[in-house]
């Protein structure tokens, strides 16, 4: 399970876990760093208490859709899923197939966005 080793402040530390959990998907730690190691759930944190605090509940309603869809299908949490559970639910929310979350895409792309922006940030401070 993915553990938060900072206090987050517009996320909950279970919202934060899943965002993290995520974002260590979409864009993963290889022969070079990813977003974890880009600190992008910290850099989502504080753009969503911020500079986006109207994306907060989507963003929440992101994280409720992903973790109930999650279960609904394999029957664990999004964080304890395997890697290719979590693939496989991470395209169906780009594609809008999670209930629950009619934005859904509109989070994920929102996501991606904010994994660019950290890693850049990262990479130019």
């Known amino acids: 399970m993915t553990t938060i080793s900072f206090v987050p402040v517009a996320l909950t530390k279970r919202q934060a876990a899943l965002v ?7 864009f993963p730690t290889t022969d ?3 977003a974890t190691e880009a600190g ?5 944190d504080r753009a969503l208490a911020e500079a986006y605090p109207g994306l907060l509940s989507l963003y929440r309603s992101g994280c409720r859709a992903l973790a109930g869809e999650s279960k609904r ?3 664990v ?3 304890k899923a395997r890697p290719d559970q979590q693939d496989d639910l991470l395209t169906a929310f780009e594609a809008g197939g999670v209930a ?3 934005q859904s895409t509109s989070s994920l792309r929102w996501l991606a966005l904010s994994i660019l922006k950290a890693c850049c940030f990262r990479h130019l401070g």
């Open 77 to 79: 949490d999004f964080l």
């Open 32 to 34: 070079t760093p990813g």
């Open 20 to 26: 993290e959990a995520a974002a260590a998907r979409i």
């Open 100 to 102: 629950g979350s009619p």
């Open 40 to 44: 992008v759930v910290n850099y989502v």
């Open 73 to 75: 299908r394999y029957g």
